[in-house]
């Protein structure tokens, strides 16, 4: 399994779209392996339906979501 740590990003923009853009590369790059986005819940305050949106955007399927200790964690498959 793959992970992607996007817990200390620092962005100027809007969180949607950087978070949407780097769900769309992982998307791009992933060749079935799982990978495993972290990200803090206080830069992301999204409910699961919108990560699950965003990963089918992406071509991707959400397997589990998990949070706690502030941070959120997306276990992303490839969508075939």
């Not at 809007?14 to 790059?29: Q, R, V």
Request: proline fraction near 2%; glycine fraction near 6%; charge should be negative.
């Amino acid at each position: 399994m793959l992970e992607e740590d996007y817990r200390t990003v620092s962005c100027g923009g809007d969180p949607f779209n950087f978070l949407l853009s780097a769900m769309k590369s992982i998307g791009i790059t992933m060749e079935g392996e799982t990978v495993k986005l972290m990200i803090m819940d206080e830069k992301f305050k999204y409910p699961d339906e919108i990560f699950i949106k965003m990963a089918r955007y992406s071509q991707m399927e959400i397997e589990n979501i998990t949070r706690e200790n502030g941070e959120i964690h997306l276990l992303l498959s490839k969508k075939y």
